[in-house]
DNA sequence: CTGAAAGCGCTTACAG
DNA sequence: CTGAAAGCGCTTACAG
């Protein structure tokens, strides 16, 4: 392998060959606005596409104190933050900026890590995608040298935050089920200590109480994925499982709860009704389709990025925002058989 | 909010503080091997620390001419990409690499936009993910500055190449489907424009003409999603659909297919087989669960990285790797009533 | 083991 | 409308 040249092409040698000043070729180049004799644009720009000329954007960010770009934490890949991600991606392009993209794999740990990388790159903001288990506090707005934006419910480290109102989406689930004559529920979690399940079913618990009849809850925490889930629902089964509604606080947990059932003979929803959240791509291919509280995940990143946007401009920015789910009623909660 | 203090903390800063020069701030704070003496450095690195000094990695890269940091071009953030990304991630991660990731979104033409984008930046290298579907030769090595790695079939641009032998994934799909009983095929697929799924018709179609026994194959084309899916195949069933063996050229076009048959009342695997690709992590909790070949995404990704990481180093890297599929076999295939 | 100095490729007051 | 020059914050031969 030849080694490439050491030198590339600057805009020094754009400016000799348009037999302009360094200045000037940086101003027809880079600053749009800036008044330069139509001819001497011309010869610039001709120059430039002579050469093949592609301006350093480290010097560039390194005169400016500009980069341009904005560090992005996420601790997954999965569709929900897949989807985030999208948002953030079509939004930061939008706005002409690079997205340096980290993920800490569940390792809340390396959140840290990745800020400071971002920070040494002098990213121009920083969007961190809470995972939502994290109680630890990250840096606040003081130890952060440029605007930071978090989205998705975490502890309050002081900055701007987008999230979504996951008790209402808890209510709306379990007033769904409620609806369709269901008294006694299941919900399904990994555990409390992550905030969107846990509000979830707060918001359930809070709509229960308030409907002034009897109603029962049994909590199967502890399941991890539709694996653990899939184990979970088939020994209730066996075990004479009562409740007639489950309401798991992913879609995925559903998926393990309705491959239960099924194995089980119970029908669904005859017998009992399931319901998720996320609304994954499939729920709608399921049979029986799974009814799922829709998450504002694509605007969530979008709006993350906007918000970045601004406070890099120095406008204001919002303190909290709070996006809502939708119900997508389908098929696995109902007609029920008992209502 | 107060403006941003102009001027940051500069390794001059440390320099001037630990008492020595800049060059011997540069060497204890980025050359972990050159000699310094231990009391200077110790003054140094504390120097460092009581400063808050955080290293501009553009300033590093300008000097270096080297940014630490790969550029990413992918069509979308589904399943399959998104396990891709998370390989690259973690492989990045791995070298001390930065990514920088640009989403097409489908629109090819935006690849050479991002590819431009990421020259500006200087990174390092590049990973050039495919869509599948697009005929476009991107830039070859010779227009390339830095080291390129394609992963996914895509037209031979000169780069290295990384990707999985669909032709092998699709004839193991169709012997799988043979060996059960099944002699009349159909194929659901978006469109032979897209490598990926040409690839694995064209391995059907020749391990079923090297089988030496008659057999059909009914074509289904431009099914784009899991709702064109479910459409096809509910319009075939009302109209006398005889193939016994469905192969989807993805889960997703699977999805659709079990939830047609399902509506039309008909059983599988007892009716009629169904098999996909991709092995999405929900094709083991549908009912009947879904056989699949499962992707090698993550190693495409990871071992993407490593190549760029040898081609940086001025290593040389294999033309051309090709990675085999895996089967899962599920309840979705037999035990098959025909058989 | 240490330092002075040139250089990386751009931008931007400042002066004309 | 244009240019000379200083500066952004680091690295690295070169010399000692």
Same mark, same amino acid.
């Given at each position: 392998?030849?080694?490439?040249?050491?030198?590339?092409?600057?805009i !020094?040698? #754009?400016?000799?060959?348009?037999?302009?000043?360094v200045?000037?070729?940086? !101003?027809? $180049?880079?600053?749009a606005?800036?008044?330069?004799?139509?001819?001497?644009?011309?010869r #610039?720009?001709?120059?430039?596409?002579? +050469?093949?000329?592609?301006?350093? &954007?480290?010097?560039?960010?390194?005169? %400016?104190? /500009?980069?341009?770009?904005?560090?992005?934490?996420?601790?997954?890949?999965?569709?929900?933050?897949?989807?985030?991600m999208?948002?953030?991606?079509?939004?930061?392009?939008a706005?002409?900026?690079?997205?340096?993209?980290? $993920?800490?794999?569940?390792d809340? =740990? /390396?959140?840290?890590?990745?800020?400071?990388?971002f920070?040494?790159? %002098?990213?121009? @903001?920083?969007?961190?995608?809470?995972?939502?288990?994290?109680?630890?506090?990250? %840096? =606040?707005?003081?130890?952060?040298?440029?605007?930071?934006? +978090?989205?998705?419910?975490?502890?309050?480290?002081?900055?701007?935050?987008?999230?979504?109102?996951?008790?209402?989406? =808890?209510?709306?689930?379990?007033?769904?089920?409620?609806?369709?004559?269901?008294?006694?529920f299941?919900? +399904?979690?990994?555990?409390?200590?992550?905030y969107?399940?846990?509000?979830r /079913?707060?918001?359930?618990?809070?709509?229960?109480?308030?409907?002034?009849?009897?109603?029962?809850?049994?909590?199967?925490?502890?399941?991890?994925?539709?694996?653990?889930?899939? !184990?979970r629902?088939?020994?209730?089964? /066996?075990?004479?499982?009562?409740?007639?509604?489950?309401?798991?606080?992913?879609?995925?947990?559903?998926?393990?709860? $309705?491959?239960?059932?099924?194995?089980?003979?119970?029908l669904?929803?005859?017998?009992?009704?399931?319901?998720g959240?996320?609304?994954?791509?499939?729920?709608?291919?399921?049979?029986?389709? +799974?009814t799922?509280?829709?998450?504002?995940?694509t605007?969530?990143?979008?709006?993350?990025?906007?918000?970045?946007?601004?406070?890099?401009?120095?406008?204001? #920015?919002?303190?909290?925002?709070? $996006?809502?789910?939708?119900?997508? &009623?389908?098929?696995?909660?109902?007609?029920?058989? @008992?209502?």
């Amino acid at each position: 392998m030849p080694p490439r040249s050491t030198k590339e092409i600057s805009i !020094r040698d #754009v400016a000799r060959t348009a037999g302009v000043s360094v200045a000037t070729a940086s !101003r027809v $180049l880079s600053k749009a606005e800036y008044p330069v004799a139509a001819d001497t644009r011309q010869r #610039v720009l001709d120059a430039a596409a002579t +050469l093949g000329f592609v301006p350093n &954007a480290m010097a560039r960010g390194l005169a %400016r104190s /500009r980069s341009d770009s904005v560090g992005v934490v996420m601790p997954w890949t999965n569709a929900y933050y897949a989807a985030m991600m999208s948002g953030i991606e079509a939004a930061a392009r939008a706005h002409g900026l690079t997205m340096l993209l980290g $993920l800490t794999n569940g390792d809340e =740990g /390396r959140r840290e890590a990745l800020v400071a990388a971002f920070l040494e790159r %002098r990213v121009d @903001g920083i969007l961190i995608c809470a995972a939502a288990h994290d109680q630890r506090l990250g %840096r =606040g707005p003081e130890e952060m040298p440029v605007p930071a934006v +978090l989205i998705g419910r975490q502890p309050d480290a002081g900055h701007p935050i987008i999230r979504t109102d996951n008790v209402a989406a =808890g209510h709306t689930a379990a007033r769904h089920l409620w609806s369709l004559g269901h008294r006694r529920f299941a919900y +399904l979690t990994p555990d409390d200590a992550w905030y969107d399940f846990r509000d979830r /079913r707060v918001g359930m618990m809070g709509f229960l109480e308030s409907a002034g009849e009897p109603f029962s809850v049994e909590l199967f925490d502890g399941v991890r994925g539709e694996t653990d889930s899939y !184990r979970r629902i088939a020994d209730a089964c /066996r075990n004479g499982f009562d409740a007639t509604a489950i309401l798991a606080s992913t879609d995925r947990h559903a998926l393990g709860a $309705l491959a239960a059932l099924a194995d089980a003979r119970i029908l669904v929803p005859e017998d009992k009704a399931v319901m998720g959240f996320d609304n994954y791509i499939t729920s709608g291919f399921l049979r029986p389709s +799974l009814t799922s509280m829709s998450m504002p995940a694509t605007e969530m990143g979008a709006l993350g990025v906007e918000y970045l946007r601004q406070a890099i401009n120095g406008d204001a #920015v919002p303190k909290e925002t709070i $996006l809502q789910a939708a119900l997508i &009623a389908r098929q696995s909660t109902g007609p029920w058989r @008992g209502a």
